[in-house]
């Protein structure tokens, strides 16, 4: 803390003489051969760029020619007639599961797994990106950051380049994107713009803000673009008025093989970015957001090893809640109050279902036997784990001998045949 303060004692003097009374332009000005960047613009985007490679020496975004040949089809398809534009900006998936997107003062955006994983077709995920790419070409993001009155904002990045940066920090990484209400209407409409411009269905972004609202991961996630500044309620308002004074792509028009191809895309690169987030959440304890994610797959007419793959992953969070009461009573309590103190009646509640949980998570793992998924062998030991601890000895032994059956070569082999045979003798 004594370092924080330090660094703002340094830093709040350089950013309150940052209000300049130049105007920033769109970014499109910032690439004309006269165009000449000030100090405070300057040292901003170098410190988003610094930002940018320590996002990539951690490993903190992806790096699969697949998504980036993904990403650039998606960003050619918005910026067709924007050449300049197009080669300027830059996009990025991170592995945070959070449901977000944001932009550096630099141009580069970011989209999170979490989203991803929320967002079904490539239509509404273009939206998104088409909305994030509003935000570049306005440049908000240096605007809300060399404002003067954002002068903790520009001492923050700094703080994350000082103190370095790793998953938990690109949420704090998002509050650079905490416009105001004019620039989120203002990127909402040149948004809806790009989108019909390339051939999209111009109320996909009004889809995109419709699922999020929905979204219990979003309730009270203060720094995501999705938030309440303005509501979804008035965002869906304005956007409804403005696609009423535009010609809708017709639903029933063929899309053009350009867009099948990209759906088919995205489609490949968000399956195992599914898995990545589902497990980030197990691993983080977040059993009911991973439960929602769970069952809004259901709803995308899953393939019967989808649907298998969805049941596993149901008996991992509904014994996790079996296993941890209290923890899944805290995560219960931030959906439905956006309180981080456990809710009593919440943990009653929970508490009192435990054997639910158990028999559920029982069932869940028997209906990931039904395809040849790779995670169905690993069921099979953990219904062992569920039956013992209901006191099914039989049924445990039953269980745990078909994993090493199925397993042969499975490394924890010997604690399995100790649990047996101490069940066996019991």
Same mark, same amino acid.
């Given at each position: 803390?004594?370092?924080?303060?330090?660094?703002?004692?340094?830093?709040? %003097?350089?950013?309150?003489?940052?209000?300049?009374?130049?105007?920033?332009?769109?970014?499109?000005?910032?690439?004309?051969?006269?165009?000449?960047?000030?100090?405070?613009?300057?040292?901003?985007?170098?410190?988003?760029?610094?930002?940018?490679?320590?996002?990539?020496? !951690?490993?903190?975004?992806?790096?699969?020619?697949?998504?980036?040949? $993904?990403?650039?089809?998606?960003?050619?398809?918005?910026? +067709?007639?924007?050449?300049?534009?197009?080669?300027?900006?830059?996009? @990025?998936?991170?592995?945070?599961?959070?449901?977000?997107?944001?932009?550096?003062?630099?141009?580069?955006?970011?989209?999170? +797994?979490?989203?991803?994983?929320?967002?079904?077709?490539?239509?509404?995920?273009?939206?998104?990106?088409?909305?994030?790419?509003?935000?570049?070409?306005?440049?908000?993001?240096? !605007?809300?950051?060399?404002?003067?009155?954002?002068?903790?904002?520009?001492?923050?990045?700094?703080d994350l380049m000082l103190f370095g940066i790793g998953l938990p920090y690109l949420g704090a990484m998002a509050s650079i994107?905490?416009? #105001? /209400?004019?620039?989120?209407?203002?990127?909402?409409?040149?948004? =809806?713009?790009?989108?019909?411009?390339?051939?999209?269905?111009?109320?996909?972004?009004?889809?995109?803000?419709?699922?999020? !609202?929905?979204?219990?991961?979003?309730?009270?996630?203060?720094? +995501?673009?999705?938030?309440?500044?303005? #509501?979804?309620?008035? /965002?869906?308002?304005? =956007?409804?008025?403005?696609?009423?004074? /535009?010609? !809708?792509?017709?639903?029933?028009?063929?899309?053009?093989?350009?867009?099948?191809?990209?759906?088919?895309?995205?489609?490949?690169?968000?399956? %195992?970015?599914?898995?990545?987030?589902?497990?980030?959440q197990l691993r983080e304890r977040h059993f009911f957001l991973a439960l929602y994610l769970l069952a809004s797959l259901k709803?995308?007419? %899953?393939?019967?090893?989808?649907?298998? =793959?969805?049941?596993? $992953?149901?008996?991992?969070?509904?014994?996790?809640?079996?296993?941890?009461?209290?923890?899944?009573?805290?995560?219960?309590?931030?959906?439905?109050?956006?309180?981080?103190?456990?809710?009593?009646?919440?943990?009653?509640?929970?508490?009192?279902? /435990?054997?639910?949980?158990?028999?559920?998570?029982?069932?869940?793992?028997?209906?990931?036997?039904?395809?040849?998924?790779?995670?169905?062998?690993?069921?099979?030991?953990?219904?062992?784990?569920?039956?013992?601890?209901?006191?099914?000895?039989?049924?445990?032994?039953?269980? @745990?001998? +078909? $994993?090493?059956?199925?397993?042969?070569?499975?490394?924890?082999?010997?604690?399995?045949?100790?649990?047996?045979?101490?069940?066996?003798?019991?």
């Amino acid at each position: 803390m004594r370092h924080l303060t330090l660094l703002l004692f340094f830093l709040l %003097p350089l950013f309150s003489g940052c209000t300049s009374t130049r105007s920033i332009g769109d970014l499109e000005d910032t690439l004309q051969e006269d165009y000449k960047a000030y100090d405070e613009e300057l040292w901003v985007i170098d410190k988003s760029n610094e930002l940018h490679a320590e996002l990539q020496s !951690k490993g903190l975004l992806y790096a699969d020619e697949r998504y980036d040949k $993904y990403i650039n089809n998606v960003k050619t398809s918005l910026l +067709s007639n924007k050449p300049l534009l197009a080669d300027t900006i830059q996009i @990025y998936f991170t592995r945070a599961a959070e449901v977000n997107a944001f932009a550096l003062p630099n141009g580069n955006i970011y989209i999170n +797994s979490g989203l991803i994983a929320a967002i079904p077709t490539n239509e509404e995920l273009a939206s998104i990106i088409a909305h994030e790419i509003a935000h570049v070409h306005k440049r908000h993001s240096l !605007k809300q950051v060399i404002s003067q009155k954002n002068t903790l904002i520009g001492a923050h990045v700094a703080d994350l380049m000082l103190f370095g940066i790793g998953l938990p920090y690109l949420g704090a990484m998002a509050s650079i994107t905490s416009f #105001s /209400r004019e620039q989120e209407t203002q990127a909402d409409t040149y948004s =809806l713009e790009l989108i019909d411009d390339s051939g999209y269905r111009v109320d996909s972004l009004m889809s995109a803000f419709k699922r999020m !609202k929905d979204n219990p991961a979003l309730k009270h996630v203060k720094h +995501s673009v999705y938030s309440t500044h303005p #509501s979804y309620d008035t /965002r869906i308002e304005a =956007l409804s008025e403005e696609i009423a004074n /535009r010609k !809708k792509t017709d639903p029933d028009v063929i899309v053009n093989q350009e867009f099948h191809n990209l759906d088919q895309q995205y489609r490949a690169i968000r399956e %195992p970015i599914i898995i990545d987030v589902i497990e980030s959440q197990l691993r983080e304890r977040h059993f009911f957001l991973a439960l929602y994610l769970l069952a809004s797959l259901k709803a995308e007419n %899953p393939s019967d090893e989808e649907k298998a =793959l969805i049941s596993y $992953y149901e008996g991992e969070a509904y014994r996790g809640i079996y296993q941890h009461p209290e923890t899944a009573a805290k995560e219960k309590t931030w959906i439905d109050t956006g309180k981080t103190r456990v809710n009593q009646d919440i943990l009653r509640t929970i508490n009192q279902d /435990r054997h639910i949980y158990l028999t559920s998570a029982l069932d869940s793992y028997k209906l990931s036997r039904s395809s040849p998924i790779k995670q169905s062998v690993k069921a099979l030991k953990k219904i062992g784990e569920l039956f013992e601890k209901k006191g099914q000895a039989n049924d445990a032994i039953e269980y @745990y001998k +078909s $994993y090493l059956d199925a397993a042969p070569e499975a490394l924890d082999r010997i604690q399995v045949q100790i649990k047996i045979s101490r069940l066996e003798n019991h």
